[in-house]
């Protein structure tokens, strides 16, 4: 089983969507949990902590389920703006982030 | 807002020879890290860096790869004889002790 593993996509949206993505990981002993966005060709840039108990910011909201070894984004009311590439990253006992492949998310009109 | 800076953007060369990737991470982190992404491929981490040397590398990090800290800014990654398979785009990441990691913006190695 891989380490982080993400469903690819690609999603294909209509602004105004909900969409949601889930990450599975392997190890059970991981400790922390991130999404990062990366557009074409840039640098993955943060998007938001996952905490135990969940967290939102603004549209976006992620949930972490300890027992079944998955994290979820959730993004409301989809912007043209959100297509991109959604990367999950799981750290385990040793700091070295662990990179999902990614979840391809295009918004059209 | 602080960044994490690579260059060059863009480094083309030919197979065999070496390449030095720089980094000049953000001031006040202590963790250094270097990935690499194949074109259509995920983030794969090379090595990591703390505290004047390697605190982890993958098996990708052969002998053809090094790391070094020459100066108190600068974090390079030195590729001695590069490969085809080397082509890649190179991410330089740092952190402080309990933070995400933050990207540079990468340089894209073209080995022909």
């Known amino acids: 089983r891989k380490e982080v593993e993400q469903d690819p996509g690609p999603f294909n949206v209509p602004e105004g969507a909900t969409v949601a993505f889930n990450c599975t990981y392997s190890n059970s002993a991981s400790q922390s949990f991130f999404w990062y966005r990366q557009d074409c060709r840039k640098e993955p840039k943060l998007l938001m902590s996952?905490?135990?108990s969940g967290n939102e910011d603004g549209r976006f909201t992620a949930q972490l389920n300890r027992a079944s070894q998955y994290i979820s984004l959730l993004i409301r009311d989809s912007k043209l703006s959100d297509s991109a590439t959604y990367l999950c990253?799981?750290?385990?006992?040793?700091?070295?982030?662990?990179f999902g492949r990614g979840t391809s998310l295009i918004v059209h009109p | 807002e602080p960044e994490v800076t690579q260059t060059p953007s863009h480094q083309v060369t030919q197979m065999g020879q070496e390449v030095i990737l720089r980094c000049v991470p953000i001031?006040?982190?202590?963790?250094f890290y270097w990935y690499r992404q194949i074109l259509g491929q995920k983030v794969e981490f090379l090595v990591s860096f703390y505290n004047n040397e390697i605190s982890e590398k993958s098996e990708i990090f052969d002998d053809q790869f090094s790391v070094e800290r020459p100066d108190g800014s600068n974090f390079t990654l030195k590729i001695r004889s590069t490969k085809l398979e080397d082509s890649a785009m190179y991410f330089c990441?740092?952190?402080?002790?309990?933070?995400?990691?933050?990207f540079g913006n990468g340089t894209r190695l073209t080995v022909t």
């Open positions: 990441a740092s952190r402080t002790e309990n933070s995400p990691l933050h």
């Open positions: 996952v905490y135990s």
């Open positions: 001031s006040n982190h202590l963790y």
């Open positions: 990253v799981v750290k385990g006992g040793s700091y070295i982030p662990t």
